[in-house]
Structure formats: structure tokens, C-alpha cells
């Protein structure tokens, strides 16, 4: 599109929007469906004008296996632009869906949420990615109309660490009473292994996203970002949101980057930086697991602490960064497995971070868990690849019982069949979360920056929400966001992938 024409379709909005003014203002019997036409021809002309915005050029979209692949390209504004559009749509679904979970368990109203995006979160966020969540409020507002501005997306942004880390933190500073019982949450089951643990050697890492069915039905974007500065990364994602963020990703600096978070955290620094913006930060910038560590430190807020597990294709190394506020560690070998379920190892880090944490008991969920990856990873020592590992993300041995059955305790989650739920996270009985979806690789995939995938549960299963909802009465505050969770193929994404013809 020239100028010229960019011109005429800005004077075609202003001309249409002086007409609806009109319409509207008129006083006329203008009947709901001729108003609803005029702001929908207004919507279409919008849309088609910002569709011609240069910045689009570089990005696309197409949609497989039920993943949405988007890639993102140049600097900072214009990656959240391409963000904000592309995704303009689903980012208002997921708005919806994650700030209404965000209100209901906190108990604490939205603007309180602006608030703490605004005050605390904002000033601490790089410029690069203050701009580029500047781009998704501009690519959303041309795309849909949204009236969502940057400190809604900035708290959105937080969904994970401002109502588990510091809304507890804020009520134990205030003693306030009656406060809800909020818990850090227990995110997913992975591994990453190397050496004489894998066939052929090589490294090979896997992660299932373990969160409510809810959110988790959305977490379904594969992002391929190219910027200005930094790596090239892919890696899933939820839409609005600039990090992995259940975490999933690869980059061409060579790291494999995934992680579980730690049951029972208890902590927070409000001075610190956003944990979305350093695991975002970590993913473009480190090319070693130094300079991953390096960063996710640097301003440790506290939120969403996690064990992150790392690999270096470059090196064949591993390592597990086990991320306490108060205190931290890190172990790292070119030959051995890392596993992660939801519990923190290291005894300072227990006894700092995680004081309520019981490691000895092997009836909860990331303990039991955790005796099934040993004893899984053991059993397919030197023989696990990718293929194995996708089969592992769908494994419904529960070791507590010593039976299978898919439940709170297996590797792949399903609360919502569990009587006992998971009280380390108030996941009450029956609750509708679990494992969401998958993601698998090697280092020669990841080298080719590629790596596979499944939304839905890894095992295939499907989640129906009507007749849950029908048999929990005590979900029905979840009707207008829970939807069904339906699993899809293994599919592989890599970068620079363009839709099968
Ligand atoms: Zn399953």
C-alpha cells in the first residue's frame, strides 16, 4: 500500500466514524441492526487499514495440530504490534479468561491489578520490552477495537506470579484477615537429559504445561520471534503474553530452556524485576547457562520461582537451576538426567523458600511424580529420544497406589478425576487443571531450531466441560471461560515455517 492510499483509508475511518457519531447522535429511530451494521462496515474498515500497516509485513500466522503459529520480526514496537494483531482476538479471549481467575482467587478487584502493573511491575521492565508491550496494546486496538491499554497487559502479562507470589506476600504484610488461602502454583512435569542417559547421546528435553483447563485450553501458541537484538527463539506460549511462560523454548544462541515451578514458595520482592520479563530476557539473550543464570537472577523478584532446566546443544551440558528468592542453586553435567515435578531439592532453598514443603511424602502429587520420573528414566536409560519422551508426557503410572490411573500424581495430570485434588496448591477434589499440553526435543532438532508438540492432554485424552460442569456445581464461576480441552497429533514446528500448502 503507498501513502496515498494509507491516506485515503484513514480518511475513509474518519469519514465512517463522523457518520456513526451521526448516526447515533441523531436522535433517529436508527433500528440495533442498522447501528450494528455501521459499526461492523466500521470495524472492517479499521481492520483493513491496519492490515496494511508496514510493520505487518515481516509477520504471519497460520494455525496446525490446533497450535496457532505466529511469527514475530523486527524491533521491539513492531514485534508487539504484529503481536497485538495477529493474536487480537484470542488475546481478549484470554484476557477474559485469565483476569476473571486472577479476581476470583485473589478476591481482589481489577484495578487492583492495574495498580500493581503499573506502580511496582512497570518501571523495572526493560525499555525493549516496555516497547514491545506498548506494540501489543496498538496491534490489539487496530485489530479489534480493545479497549485494553498497557498496564492491563502488563498485569495480564503477570497472570502467573501477581496473584500466587504477591498477592500472599501482600496479605501477610498487611495481616490481612480472612484472606484467601492462595498458593504458588504447581506447574508441570519435565526433564532434560544427556550423555550415556539418551539414545545417540545427545541432549533431549520434554515438558508438559500443568495448569487449570481454563487457561490451559489457550496455552496453544507456537511463537517463532526473530528481533532486531538477540536470538532467533521458538517457543510456546500463551496469547498477549511476551514470555514462554510455562516455559518452553529454544534459541539459535544453542539453549534448551524449560522448567517446573517450586510447590510452597512462599516470597516476593517488590522491588525486584518481573519474572515474565527475565525469563523473556534469558530466552533472547543467553547463549551459555551462565548467562541464563546471569539474568534470571539479576532482579529476582521472587515471582514464579522456578527449577529451571536447561541444556547447551553447543556443549551437550544440562543443567537445573533451582530459583529461590532467598536462595538459589545450580547443578550442571554433560552426562545424567534432571527431572522436574514441582519440588525444590536443595536444603537451603527448601528450608528459605519453601518451608512448608514436605519432601517425605509420597502421596502428593510433584513427590509421587518425582518416583515415577526416577523410575521411568532409569528403566529407558541410554535409550530415551524424542519419541520416548512424548510417550513419557503421557504416562499415567501413579506410584502412590502403585497402579495406573490417570490423576493428580501422574505425569500427566488429570485433578479433575482426583478425589484428594492437590491441597500443596488449594487444588480442591475434582479440579479442572492438569496437564494442558506438550512439547518435546532434541539438540539436532533444536540446532534446526525445531521441536514437536500436542495441545490437550499428552495422552490424548479429552476434557468435555459440560458434563464436568454439570457434575461440579462448585465450577460453575469457570461456565463462561471453560471450554472444552480436546487433545490434538504430535506435530512438529520449527522456524520460518510457512503453512502446508
Ligand atoms: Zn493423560
Excluded at 509485513?57 to 505466529?70: C, H, N, T
Excluded at 504484529?82 to 484470554?94: K, N
Excluded at 545427545?202 to 517463532?224: C, K, L, P
Excluded at 490437550?456 to 480441552?485: N, S
Aim: charged share 25%; net charge negative.
Amino acid at each position: 500500500m503507498n501513502d496515498s492510499m494509507r491516506r485515503a483509508a484513514a480518511i475513509l475511518l474518519v469519514i465512517l466514524g463522523g457518520a456513526a457519531l451521526w448516526w447515533t447522535g441523531s436522535g433517529a429511530p436508527a433500528s440495533a441492526s442498522a447501528n450494528d451494521a455501521m459499526v461492523a462496515t466500521i470495524a472492517a474498515a479499521r481492520e483493513r487499514a491496519a492490515a496494511n500497516d508496514p510493520r505487518l509485513k515481516p509477520a504471519s500466522r497460520f494455525e496446525e495440530g490446533g497450535w496457532i503459529y505466529v511469527h514475530l520480526e523486527g524491533d521491539p514496537g513492531a514485534m508487539g504490534y504484529q503481536h497485538g494483531y495477529l493474536l487480537g482476538p484470542e488475546i481478549e479471549d484470554g484476557f477474559a479468561a485469565v483476569s476473571a481467575g486472577m479476581m476470583h482467587s485473589t478476591e481482589r478487584d481489577w484495578e487492583f491489578f492495574r495498580k500493581a502493573a503499573h506502580e511496582m511491575l512497570w518501571p523495572k521492565i526493560d525499555a525493549e520490552y516496555q516497547q514491545e508491550l506498548q506494540g501489543i496494546v496498538e496491534g490489539l486496538r487496530a485489530r479489534t477495537g480493545s479497549k485494553l491499554d498497557v498496564d492491563d497487559i502488563v498485569a495480564f502479562n503477570a497472570f502467573e506470579e501477581l496473584p500466587d507470589y504477591y498477592v500472599p506476600w501482600l496479605n501477610k504484610q498487611q495481616k490481612a484477615a480472612n484472606a484467601p488461602n492462595l498458593k504458588s502454583p504447581g506447574n508441570c512435569s519435565a526433564f532434560v537429559a544427556t550423555g550415556t542417559w539418551t539414545k545417540g547421546g545427545q541432549i533431549v528435553m520434554a515438558h508438559n504445561n500443568w495448569t487449570s483447563y481454563r487457561n490451559g485450553e489457550r496455552w496453544r501458541i507456537v511463537f517463532d520471534i526473530a528481533p532486531k537484538n538477540g536470538y532467533r527463539m521458538l517457543m510456546d506460549g500463551f496469547p498477549g503474553v511476551i514470555a514462554s511462560d510455562d516455559d518452553f523454548g529454544i534459541n539459535s544462541g544453542g539453549l534448551m530452556v524449560t522448567e517446573t515451578t517450586i510447590t510452597q514458595f512462599e516470597g516476593w520482592d517488590p522491588k525486584g524485576k518481573a519474572e515474565f520479563v527475565r525469563a523473556r530476557k534469558a530466552l533472547q539473550y543467553a547463549g551459555s547457562i551462565d548467562e541464563y543464570t546471569k539474568i534470571m537472577l539479576d532482579g529476582n523478584n521472587g515471582g514464579y520461582a522456578n527449577d529451571w532446566l536447561l541444556g547447551d546443544r553447543k556443549t551437550g551440558e544440562i543443567a537445573q537451576l533451582e530459583l529461590g528468592l532467598r536462595a538459589h542453586k545450580l547443578w550442571r553435567t554433560k552426562d545424567g538426567v534432571l527431572a522436574g515435578s514441582n519440588w525444590a531439592r536443595d536444603p537451603k532453598v527448601l528450608k528459605e523458600d519453601a518451608p512448608q514443603f514436605d519432601p517425605a511424602n509420597k502421596e502428593s502429587s510433584p513427590n509421587a511424580r518425582r518416583a515415577r520420573w526416577d523410575e521411568l528414566l532409569k528403566e529407558n536409560k541410554g535409550k530415551i529420544d524424542v519419541a520416548l519422551a512424548e510417550k513419557m508426557l503421557g504416562d499415567h503410572s501413579d506410584t502412590a497406589q502403585k497402579k495406573e490411573e490417570a490423576n493428580e500424581r501422574t505425569l500427566c495430570g488429570h485433578v479433575d478425576g482426583s478425589p484428594r485434588g492437590v491441597k500443596e496448591w488449594d487444588w480442591q477434589p475434582y479440579y479442572p487443571g492438569g496437564a494442558v499440553q506438550g512439547k518435546a526435543t532434541d539438540a539436532t532438532m533444536a540446532k534446526e531450531m525445531r521441536f514437536m508438540a500436542r495441545v490437550g492432554h499428552p495422552c490424548g485424552g479429552d476434557f468435555l466441560a459440560k458434563p464436568f460442569l454439570a457434575a461440579h456445581p462448585e465450577q460453575t464461576w469457570q461456565e463462561p471461560y471453560l471450554r472444552d480441552m480436546k487433545a490434538g497429533p504430535w506435530t512438529e514446528f520449527r522456524s520460518s515455517q510457512t503453512p502446508k500448502e
